[in-house]
C-alpha cells in the first residue's frame, strides 16, 4: 500500500496561474480532506469530501476548488493564484467521521506563488 | 467561538520528561487526538482521547479532562528524534477536525 500520495511536492507559480494538485489514497477511504499549513498556526481545513461525487466547504475555502470524481483521487485547484497562498498543503484520508482521529497524511505540497 | 490553545515552543533535555499542554474551547466533542509532526514532514498519529483519564503508549501518554477542556502529551525518556512539532486536535460536533498551532520541541543533550 502507497497510503496517500501528493503530486507534485514541489511547485512554484507566479500570481493570475493556474494548477492542481493530485491527492491519491489506496485505502478505500471515504473521506478525504484537503488542508493548508503556515508558520505560526494549525492544520487548517480548505476543502473536504465525504464521499465520491461529494465535496463541501471547509474553513478556508476562497480561492480553491475540488472534485472528487473518483473514490480514490482528491483534487485541489488553485484558479488564479495569489501570493497569499504561498503554503504547504496537506491531503488525507479517513475511512469514517467516528475515526476521524485516524487521519493519515500525505508527504505535503509546497506551493510558492510569486 | 472554537480554538485550541497550546504554548508555541519548549525545551527540554535528553532523557528527561517533558508535560505538552492542551486547552480547548469547541461547540461539540468527539475526542481529542495528538500528532508528531518533524520539520518538513506529514503530521503522524500519537494518540487519541475520548474519554477522561489518562492514555499510555510507550512512552508517551496523554491525558484528558472534558470538564475543563484540557489535555496534556507526556513524553518520557526523551530522545534527540522527539524533537518536533506537536499538534493538539479536537473533534467537534459535526466530527471536523479543528486543529491547535502546534508545540515546537526542542530537545538539547
Known amino acids: 500500500n502507497a497510503g496517500v500520495t501528493q503530486t507534485p511536492k514541489f511547485r512554484v507559480l507566479k500570481t493570475g496561474q493556474s494548477m492542481t494538485l493530485l491527492c491519491a489514497q489506496d485505502m478505500n477511504h471515504e473521506y478525504m480532506y484537503w488542508y493548508r499549513q503556515d508558520p505560526g498556526m494549525g492544520l487548517r481545513l480548505i476543502h473536504y469530501?465525504?464521499?465520491?461525487?461529494?465535496?463541501a466547504k471547509g474553513e478556508v475555502p476562497d480561492g480553491y476548488n475540488v472534485s472528487r470524481l473518483k473514490k480514490q483521487n482528491f483534487l485541489l485547484g488553485l484558479e488564479s493564484a495569489a501570493p497569499s497562498q504561498t503554503s504547504v498543503y496537506f491531503c488525507?484520508?479517513?475511512?469514517?467521521?467516528?475515526?476521524?482521529?485516524?487521519?493519515?497524511f500525505g508527504p505535503g505540497t509546497r506551493l510558492t506563488v510569486t | 467561538g472554537q480554538n485550541i490553545d497550546q504554548p508555541t515552543e519548549m525545551t527540554a533535555t535528553e532523557g528527561a520528561i517533558v508535560q505538552i499542554n492542551c486547552t480547548y474551547q469547541?461547540?461539540?466533542?468527539?475526542?481529542l487526538f495528538w500528532y508528531q509532526q518533524h520539520a518538513g514532514e506529514a503530521p503522524t498519529f500519537l494518540s487519541y482521547n475520548v474519554l477522561d483519564g489518562l492514555e499510555e503508549k510507550g512512552r508517551f501518554s496523554s491525558f484528558l479532562s472534558r470538564s475543563k477542556g484540557y489535555s496534556y502529551l507526556l513524553l518520557k525518556e526523551l530522545q534527540m528524534k522527539d524533537s518536533a512539532s506537536y499538534l493538539c486536535a479536537v473533534v467537534g460536533s459535526n466530527y471536523q477536525l479543528i486543529w491547535g498551532a502546534g508545540t515546537k520541541l526542542i530537545i538539547k543533550p
Open positions: 469530501s465525504v464521499g465520491e461525487g461529494t465535496t
Open positions: 469547541t461547540s461539540g466533542f468527539n475526542g
Open positions: 488525507a484520508s479517513t475511512h469514517s467521521p467516528d475515526r476521524a482521529h485516524e487521519q493519515y
